[in-house]
């Protein structure tokens, strides 16, 4: 079974602490994603990679900054965290020439 | 930039009966494609139902069955003999079809309640 696998379910940090989201997928896909759900907003786009150490911005990408170093790998880094940015985060993966979107299961961080 | 709005926040429905959650999104392109995702408690995106815009004919997958308006930009998700498991959150979603790193653009969600 594919897979979108986020390394952690719910997190707790600090202000200010710098923060690592990962996200690993299992279906040699290019195309990653990382996106933000709010209640009430639905989910917005914040990065996104179409290849190995490529890089674009989605709708908000101030106070987040990404890394691919290997294909199955998309990382979400929060420089400096800050309580708005209490949320869940959801990462998804996409074949290029295919439209099936697999996403993992989310992490619900917590800024206190 | 393309828009996706569902105008549903909370939706409620007796158990076995029907529902029609709405959709409207904004785009130029002729081209494109559109879902419905499922949210349910586990946070698990689960992809309901997929429609390709060149496509007249409406998508359907067992009880859950699209009106798909292209003119209209309009594209409804029709829930026939609800069941307890159908609860959750239902996303409407937008993609360009260019099969490159469009990402998805999503409605802001419409929460499904169904009464027993």
């Known amino acids: 079974d594919v897979k979108v696998t986020q390394s952690s379910r719910y997190l707790v940090k600090r202000t200010g602490e710098k923060v690592f989201l990962e996200c690993v997928q299992d279906?040699?896909?290019?195309?990653m994603f990382w996106y933000r759900q709010d209640p009430g907003l639905g989910l917005r786009l914040i990065y996104f990679?179409?290849?190995?150490?490529?890089?674009e911005k989605g709708d908000i990408p101030e106070g987040y900054s990404v890394s691919r170093e290997k294909k199955e790998r998309f990382s979400l880094i929060l420089e400096s965290a800050s309580t708005n940015q209490t949320s869940m985060y959801l990462c998804a993966s996409r074949v290029t020439g295919g439209y099936g979107y697999t996403f993992g299961s989310g992490t619900r961080l917590t800024v206190v | 930039a393309q828009t996706v709005t569902q105008s549903q926040p909370e939706m409620s429905v007796q158990e076995a009966e029907t529902v029609t959650l709405s959709c409207t999104y904004d785009?130029?392109?002729?081209?494109?494609?559109l879902f419905w995702y499922k949210q349910p408690p586990s946070r698990q995106m689960i992809l309901v139902i997929r429609q390709e815009a060149y496509k007249q004919q409406n998508a359907t997958e067992n009880r859950f069955s699209v009106n798909f308006q292209k003119a209209a930009k309009s594209f409804s998700l029709k829930i026939s003999d609800s069941q307890l498991g159908d609860a959750a959150m239902y996303f409407c979603?937008?993609?360009?079809?260019?099969?490159?790193?469009?990402?998805?653009?999503f409605g802001k969600g419409t929460h499904l309640i169904i009464q027993p």
């Open positions: 785009t130029s392109e002729s081209d494109y494609y």
């Open positions: 279906m040699d896909h290019e195309n």
């Open positions: 990679s179409y290849d190995v150490k490529m890089k």
């Open positions: 979603a937008y993609t360009n079809s260019g099969g490159g790193a469009d990402g998805l653009t």
